[in-house]
């Protein structure tokens, strides 16, 4: 089993979603004890409790929308985040989301208003922000709307799981921010990693079939599909989805999953455990019947380092590319 970690050398503790975007019914979140009881929970404040609060703070020491770039960002999403970091924008900086986990620092220095797709009002409002910039997906929209009825900018950045997607988004970033010189030569240095790496690709003569699993549930085993960053990372590493009959991110029968034949297995690693090829290609189970098992071909990779479509991308693939094809990339 190889377990790959960032080129960096730095290591984070990292959710298992981080970058990914899973169906709808996947995302449950654990039960909460106190929501088990039968405590009554406070109500909650009302649209025009909100906006009040948050014009008020407006008034009376947020920030002043004044002309020029924002001074207090809410910055959601792990790549918008690492973007926003490296163009130097880290002080200008208010709050994070739980996605927003590289740098490490992100979240240690930075409030955390909750996860990218259950934001709440309150909590964006209260620090104050002049600007959101927030990953496509984020939410709920109703959320993102009251936000912008109290006057806040909030700006989305599309995500499209391609080097031109990730291009894209550091120059809208740097657009947002008001750093479009610093923008561009983050991009030129991107971009000349992907030249790079097209002429790495360029040397497999035998691509390879991977299967990208997202988390193994209670016999579920969720995959990516086509239009995925799964895919798209994929993609990039010269490598073949094994699971390109499914759309998104959604579960894979345990038939198809044997049909697929993946030479090897791609998944997240959740903080510093990683899965391992005994429990993933465990007897009796549909991943130990494929040619992956054989080999024990499994790659554990940070999630959002792999799926996140930031600055680091061009080195998650060259990574991969060096995890699944061992004899093409040397040092």
């Known amino acids: 089993m190889r377990r790959v970690t960032p080129t960096d050398g730095r290591r984070e503790a990292v959710p ?8 709808q019914g996947d995302r449950q979140r654990q039960g909460d004890p106190d929501q088990m009881t039968h405590r009554r929970s406070p109500p909650r404040p009302s649209r025009r409790a909100i906006l009040a609060g948050g014009l008020g703070l407006a008034a009376l020491g947020g ?22 970091y490296r163009l130097g924008a880290a002080s200008r900086i208010v709050v994070v989301d739980t996605t927003s986990i590289y740098p490490a620092q992100a979240l240690r220095e930075k409030p955390n208003v909750g996860y990218l797709r259950a934001l709440s009002a309150e909590g964006l409002l209260a620090a104050g922000p002049d600007l959101v910039i927030a990953a496509e997906g984020a939410g709920p929209a109703d959320v993102l709307t009251l936000v912008r009825e109290a006057g806040v900018p909030v700006s989305l950045v599309k995500e499209p799981p391609t080097p031109e997607g990730v291009l894209d988004k550091i120059a809208t970033v740097g ?6 010189r610093e923008a561009a030569a983050l991009a030129a240095e991107v971009r000349a990693q992907f030249a790079g790496l097209s002429e790495q690709r360029a040397r497999i003569t035998r691509p390879a079939r991977a299967l990208v699993v997202l988390s193994v549930a209670n016999g579920r085993v969720m995959v990516g599909g086509r239009n995925s960053t799964a895919d798209g990372i994929l993609a990039l590493a010269g490598v073949e989805n094994a699971a390109s009959g499914i759309e998104g991110f959604k579960p894979m029968t345990d038939e ?10 791609v998944m997240m690693q959740n903080g510093a455990e990683a899965p391992n090829p005994e429990t993933t290609f465990a007897p009796g189970t549909a991943l130990g019947q494929v040619p992956a098992a054989a080999k024990h071909a499994l790659v554990a990779m940070d999630g959002l380092y ?4 930031g600055p680091r991308t061009p080195d998650a693939a060259r990574d991969l590319i060096r995890a699944i094809y061992p004899d093409l990339i040397r040092g």
Request: proline share 8%; aromatic share 2%; charged share 15%.
């Open 16 to 23: 298992v979603h981080a970058g990914a975007r899973p169906a």
């Open 63 to 84: 920030p002043a929308r004044a002309a020029g770039p924002a001074a207090r960002i809410a910055s959601l999403g792990g790549a918008v985040t690492e973007i926003l």
């Open 175 to 180: 657009r947002l921010a008001g750093l479009e």
């Open 256 to 265: 198809a999953i044997i049909a697929a034949a993946p030479d090897a297995v």
């Open 306 to 309: 792999l799926l996140g479509f």
